[in-house]
């Protein structure tokens, strides 16, 4: 996501920003962001990076992908 940061001639702080992903199908944006929001939490970086929503979007895409494996079977 990129983001700009101003304040307006009252003192406000204001953020323009714009995500630079394309959730695939059947995840969400929220979940994206949430899940690289963690990711940026637990690597104790300062803000979240492409490679956060690089890393949602993969482990997200895992788990919404049902697997053919015969281990439950």
Do not use: Q
């Not at 003192?11 to 695939?24: N, Q, R, S």
């Not at 939490?41 to 494996?69: C, F, M, Q, W």
């Amino acid at each position: 996501m990129d983001s700009l940061y101003f304040r307006d001639p009252n003192g406000l702080h204001i953020e323009l920003a714009c995500y630079k992903f394309e959730a695939p199908a059947g995840i969400g944006d929220v979940d994206i962001l949430t899940t690289a929001h963690r990711l940026r939490v637990e690597r104790g970086d300062y803000n979240i990076t492409d490679e956060h929503l690089a890393d949602a979007i993969e482990l997200l895409t895992k788990k919404a992908r049902p697997s053919l494996s015969n281990k439950g079977a």
